[in-house]
T-cell receptor
Framework: DTGVSQNPRHKITKRGQNVTFRCDPISEHNRLYWYRQTLGQGPEFLTYFQNEAQLEKSRLLSDRFSAERPKGSFSTLEIQRTEQGDSAMYLC???????????FGPGTRLLVL | DAKTTQPPSMDCAEGRAANLPCNHSTISGNEYVYWYRQIHSQGPQYIIHGLKNNETNEMASLIITEDRKSSTLILPHATLRDTAVYYCIVNTNAGKSTFGDGTTLTVKP
């Protein structure tokens, strides 16, 4: 068990480009969460999955954002037509059940120029 | 999810106990109190959680008041490596965590 992993760790892109991030949860964790964190703020919830089903999405998740977890294992978060305001740390977390501890990955830091 | 209130910053001398308070006056009966910490540029690290009773693990102790409206995280012998932002979170375990801005703890030599 190597914990939650995220790739890439850092991404620099130009405004208007599309980016995709990947999260590999702890094996057999059926719940997977995405958060966004800007400098000096706590993480903000974006969306979460139970197995392959996306059960909740935040109002922060605009139409340019899409997340998938096709086989109930890894997940991807795509941002289309990136804007400078999308610059943030994107965190992934997983847990094995509704009443279990949530574990976070190291995050992907996005910079949109 | 219940909202939490934490002081924005605290200092602690190395080797002394660090006591980090959290208010969660709107907590519901089935909501757990979780503590995480985040060291610069890393993901949040789980520390401890509890429902009603006080809890202790190898990292810290958690003291929850009898009315469950507040709690205190105790780091018994703070080291320089404990300098981080500490988040107190209350949720039902069913879904997302609602983070505030946390307490920045600075451990000084």
């Amino acid at each position: 068990d190597t914990g939650v992993s995220q790739n890439p760790r850092h991404k620099i892109t130009k405004r208007g480009q599309n980016v995709t991030f990947r999260c590999d949860p702890i094996s057999e964790h059926n719940r997977l969460y995405w958060y966004r964190q800007t400098l000096g703020q706590g993480p903000e919830f974006l969306t979460y999955f139970q197995n392959e089903a996306q059960l909740e999405k935040s109002r922060l998740l605009s139409d340019r954002f899409s997340a998938e977890r096709p086989k109930g294992s890894f997940s991807t978060l795509e941002i289309q037509r990136t804007e400078q305001g999308d610059s943030a740390m994107y965190l992934c977390a997983s847990r094995s059940g509704a009443r279990e501890t949530q574990y976070f990955g190291p995050g992907t830091r996005l910079l949109v120029l | 999810d219940a909202k939490t209130t934490q002081p924005p910053s605290m200092d602690c001398a190395e080797g002394r106990a660090a006591n980090l308070p959290c208010n969660h006056s709107t907590i519901s009966g089935n909501e757990y109190v979780y503590w995480y910490r985040q060291i610069h540029s890393q993901g949040p690290q789980y520390i401890i959680h509890g429902l009603k009773n006080n809890e202790t693990n190898e990292m810290a102790s958690l003291i929850i008041t009898e009315d469950r409206k507040s709690s205190t995280l105790i780091l018994p012998h703070a080291t320089l490596r404990d300098t981080a932002v500490y988040y107190c979170i209350v949720n039902t375990n069913a879904g997302k965590s609602t983070f505030g801005d946390g307490t920045t703890l600075t451990v000084k030599p």
